[in-house]
Each structure stands twice: as structure tokens, then as C-alpha cells.
């Protein structure tokens, strides 16, 4: 595992026999919190970057299950990009973090699990307003 403030990466051991891989997720054990909520995001052009947003307080765990994508991340002061090409591979996201998806392969799916349903109220879809509230956080 490697771990960073905002983010961390995750590989996950598959259970494998000649029948091929199997992976678990347990929440409060490889996934780092309770599950409230599951999507996928799957069909994206590879042309069009998808999020432009950051989460009040939401956590997540990418796992890009089939094909390949780049996330990038921003936590106001550091930026990082992420390839995500392997469903051995999760990335954790905390709260707050600046996020924007690009690059899917034609057949890549992006799982995500997060800790909270849908709350339109928890986005900040305006990156000035994600400055001035992650100063106001003091990150
Ligand atoms: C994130 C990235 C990785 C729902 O009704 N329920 C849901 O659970 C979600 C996630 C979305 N929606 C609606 C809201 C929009 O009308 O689906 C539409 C597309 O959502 P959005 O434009 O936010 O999609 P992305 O790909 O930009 O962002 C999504 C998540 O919203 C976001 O939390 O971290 O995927």
C-alpha cells in the first residue's frame, strides 16, 4: 500500500486458482470505510474528461474493472495523475479533493464505492469555490 495525505493506492491480493481471480471488497477491511453507495461509470469517449468537481465530505474507492483510465487529482496545493488499469488497483480519495476522469479505454468501466448516497448538496463543481474552501479548511 502507498500512502499519501489525500489519496492512497491499494493493491488488492486476488484469491486465484486455475478457474481464474476473485476480490473481495469488506468494508472496514481492504475498503476503508462503510459501503452506503455503488456506481460505475463505463462508455466515455476517450476525448471527454468527465468530474471537475471535489467532495465536502464524501470518500471513495476507484477500482477500474475492465480497460484503463487516468484520474487526477488536486488537493489545492499538490496535483497528481493516476493510472488506473488493473482491477487488482484501488485508489482511495479523501474528502475535499479536486477530481477529473480522462482517458477511458473504449471498454473501460470505473467502479467507485463511497461512503454516502447521492447528495448534490456535498459537490463543489466551481474550482475557485474549491480554493477558497480548501483555505478555509486550512489544508
Ligand atoms: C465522482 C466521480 C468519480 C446520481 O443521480 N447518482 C449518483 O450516485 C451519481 C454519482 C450521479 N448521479 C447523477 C448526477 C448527474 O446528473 O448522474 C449524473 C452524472 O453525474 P456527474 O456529472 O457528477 O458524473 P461525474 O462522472 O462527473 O462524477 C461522478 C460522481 O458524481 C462523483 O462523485 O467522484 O464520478
Given at each position: 500500500m502507498r500512502s499519501?495525505?489525500?489519496?492512497r493506492t491499494i493493491e488488492f491480493n486476488p484469491i486465484g486458482d486455475s478457474r481464474g481471480d476473485l476480490i473481495s471488497l469488506e468494508a472496514l477491511n481492504?475498503?476503508?470505510?462503510?459501503?452506503?453507495?455503488?456506481?460505475?461509470?463505463?462508455?466515455?469517449?476517450?476525448?471527454?474528461?468527465?468530474?471537475?468537481?471535489?467532495?465536502?465530505?464524501?470518500?471513495?474507492?476507484f477500482v477500474c474493472m475492465s480497460g484503463s483510465c487516468k484520474v487526477h487529482l488536486d488537493n489545492?496545493?499538490?496535483?497528481?495523475?493516476?493510472?488506473l488499469d488493473s482491477p487488482?488497483?484501488?485508489?482511495?480519495?479523501e474528502s475535499g479533493v479536486w477530481r477529473q476522469m480522462s482517458d477511458f479505454s473504449s471498454d473501460g468501466v470505473l467502479m467507485v464505492l463511497a461512503d454516502q448516497m447521492y447528495d448534490e448538496a456535498d459537490y463543489i463543481r466551481n474550482y475557485s469555490e474549491f480554493l477558497d474552501y480548501t483555505r478555509l479548511n486550512k489544508r
Open positions: 499519501e495525505h489525500f489519496y481492504n475498503v476503508p470505510f462503510e459501503i452506503r453507495r455503488v456506481y460505475y461509470i463505463f462508455n466515455v469517449p476517450r476525448s471527454i474528461p468527465r468530474g471537475f468537481h471535489a467532495h465536502k465530505t464524501l470518500r471513495q474507492l489545492g496545493l499538490e496535483k497528481v495523475e493516476i493510472t487488482r488497483k484501488g485508489l482511495v480519495i
